[in-house]
Nanobody
Framework: VQLQASGGGLVQAGGSLRLSCAAS????????VGWFRQGPGKERDFVAR????????YYADSVKGRFTISRDNAKNTVSLQMNSLKPEDTAVYYC??????????????????WGQGTQVTVSS
């Protein structure tokens, strides 16, 4: 599975962005998908996750109530709607796919496939 993240950009604090993760090579309808982010000099942190059916979502406390993850398996895409953005949300955002669905859903090493990342910059 190849993943392509897109939709990043520069936005003012309080604004919104919608990130997309498109899969190619094979369908990822059987995979859970997560979003992570990595700021300069920081570790890669968990942001959100959705199970393969789309009926179960899970968020980091820092984004709960502001970000919404969703998926369209027919289109092989997962989206991350980000509202009320803050300067501390500035990071490179990555999508990742998890085949097994049994590991620590917050841990990067649980995920088997990664996209290349898209930069999100929130100005104050």
């Amino acid at each position: 599975v190849q993943l392509q993240a897109s939709g990043g950009g520069l936005v003012q604090a309080g604004g919104s962005l919608r990130l997309s993760c498109a899969a190619s090579g094979r369908t990822f309808s059987g995979y859970a998908v997560g979003w992570f982010r990595q700021g300069p000099g920081k570790e890669r942190d968990f942001v959100a996750r959705i199970n393969w059916r789309g009926g179960s979502t899970y968020y980091a406390d820092s984004v709960k109530g502001r970000f919404t993850i969703s998926r369209d398996n027919a289109k092989n895409t997962v989206s991350l709607q980000m509202n009320s953005l803050k300067p501390e949300d500035t990071a490179v955002y990555y999508c990742a796919a998890d085949r097994q669905g049994t590991g620590d859903r917050r841990a990067p090493n649980t995920y088997d496939y990664w996209g290349q990342g898209t930069q999100v910059t929130v100005s104050s």
